[in-house]
């Protein structure tokens, strides 16, 4: 790299979002530097293990056809947990066993990465990897550059593209975000444990490429606001949890507590029985909502996921990777457009949130934003009614020699007697509106 050399962007992350905006940047023949604060691209990155990838099969066409993807997801368990049993409710898609597979599939991140990055790096990105990035360079109110560690130092560019993740100091730093409030993150921790193929295929009853995400909550982290999940590789399987960051701290509970009291759980024991502990990270997850995200632009510069806090907060989905992909995307093409009239102004970034608020990602975050506030009023919804749901329905299921209608009853007045009907109709009624 020549000293003072400078290019049309420099992208600081490459994770999702990241090395997708410098793919398509690199596409359309700008020059693009992607800097990495890791050894290599995915080895600083994780994430529960799920790839949704409306995006990415835009960005590159049938990319699972190379792409080191682990299993295409065609089963979808949710549980809720109580101190010992369980209550399941599973479904299996055979439609999902085609192309392109519900756009759904697991993936480890240190091998994912590494190959988006080199595709990336074919297109004609600049990768540096141990890339730390210490502040952005400014002229006035514009972005210009970055100070970095590496031997070359500064770097220069028409556009800064701020995708460093969820922690971003950058962002901090120019005054776009607030530092971050443990009310609005989530601790995750995930542990990658071998198992043989045809042990996880028999124990998950799926076979061949075939694959099964299990989303757990109520006892699985002790009640507290987050659930837990596993999902299926092709001879691992990646266990975790992810949970309020408030609760965590009030609790006094490491996130290593809470992935070993859910691995002991009877259900879970049974599911990851003899296997072999590869690897154990911790992270954290923004969970901003619409209402709380920062300022996305500034004169040339663009934040992209985590770092804008792009997630979606529903339960049911734990959506992070596709709006990630999303907002590099239209960052690429909103710096492409600025190119083309030479205005890397704030105004001229305009079309960045357009593209977002016409996408699915700021639709899918306005519909979501409620989610955060809920959890906290409403934290009966993770641990008692959980716990009372399990209870009711083994008392339902237990065989005996009472009358059926006699042990319907006594089901019913249990419930009645442990719950507020009033309480319980307004928490659905705006459960109901947050979620669905």
């Known amino acids: ?72 997801v065609v089963k979808k368990v949710f549980s809720v947990l109580s101190a010992d049993s369980e209550l ?28 988006y990055a080199k595709k990336a790096e074919e297109a004609g990105v600049m990768i540096l990897n141990q890339a730390v990035v210490d502040k952005v360079i400014t002229e006035g109110k514009k972005a210009v550059g970055v100070k970095t560690r590496l031997e070359d130092g500064d770097l220069f560019a028409d556009m800064i593209v701020v995708a460093e993740g969820v922690g971003s100091l950058l962002a901090e730093r120019l005054g776009l975000r607030e530092r971050h409030v443990p009310e609005h ?38 009640g507290m606001v987050g659930s837990a999940f596993l999902y299926t ?13 408030r609760d965590l701290k009030y609790n006094k509970l490491t996130p290593n507590d809470l992935i070993e009291n859910f691995k002991e759980h009877p259900s879970i024991r049974r599911l990851v029985k003899s296997g072999k502990l590869l690897e154990y990270s911790a992270h954290m997850i923004p969970e ?46 909103t710096i492409i457009e600025a190119k083309k009239k030479n205005d890397f102004s704030e105004g001229g970034l305009a079309g960045y949130r357009k ?45 005996s020699e009472t009358p059926k209608g006699k042990s319907r009853m006594a089901v019913i007045k249990k419930g009645l007697k442990r719950v507020n009907l009033l309480k319980l109709a307004i928490g659905m009624n705006r459960a109901r509106k947050v979620m669905f």
């Open 1 to 72: 790299m020549a000293s003072g050399e400078k290019f049309d962007c420099i992208v600081v992350g490459a994770g999702p979002a990241g090395t997708t905006c410098a793919y398509t940047l690199a596409k359309a023949g700008l020059s693009v530097v992607l800097l990495e604060r890791g050894e290599a691209p995915g080895s600083k990155n994780v994430m529960g293990g799920i790839l949704y990838s409306t995006i990415l099969n835009k960005v590159i066409p049938n990319f699972w056809e190379e792409a080191p993807v682990e299993r295409r």
């Open 88 to 115: 399941q409710m599973g479904m299996r898609f055979e439609n999902f066993n085609k192309p392109p597979f519900n756009n759904t599939f697991t993936v480890l991140r240190g091998k994912f990465d590494a190959w």
């Open 185 to 222: 993150m989530v601790t995750c921790c995930k542990e990658v444990i071998a198992l043989p193929k045809e042990v996880i295929e028999e124990r998950f009853n799926i076979e061949g490429e075939e694959g099964v995400s299990l989303e757990y909550f109520g006892g699985s982290v002790k």
């Open 233 to 245: 590789n092709k001879e691992t399987i990646s266990v975790g949890i992810g949970v309020s960051t």
């Open 288 to 333: 901003f909502g619409y209402d709380h995200l920062p300022k996305l632009t500034m004169d040339g510069l663009i934040l992209a996921g985590d770092a804008a806090g792009f997630v979606n907060m529903n339960p049911m989905f734990h959506e992070g990777s596709n709006l990630a992909m999303a907002s590099g995307l239209y960052a690429a093409e």
């Open 355 to 399: 593209r977002l608020e016409d996408s699915f990602v700021f639709k899918d975050l306005k519909r979501y934003k409620g989610i955060s506030n809920f959890a906290t009023k409403h934290p009966e919804f993770f641990k008692e009614y959980p716990e009372l749901l399990v209870e009711l329905a083994e008392d339902f299921f237990t065989v």
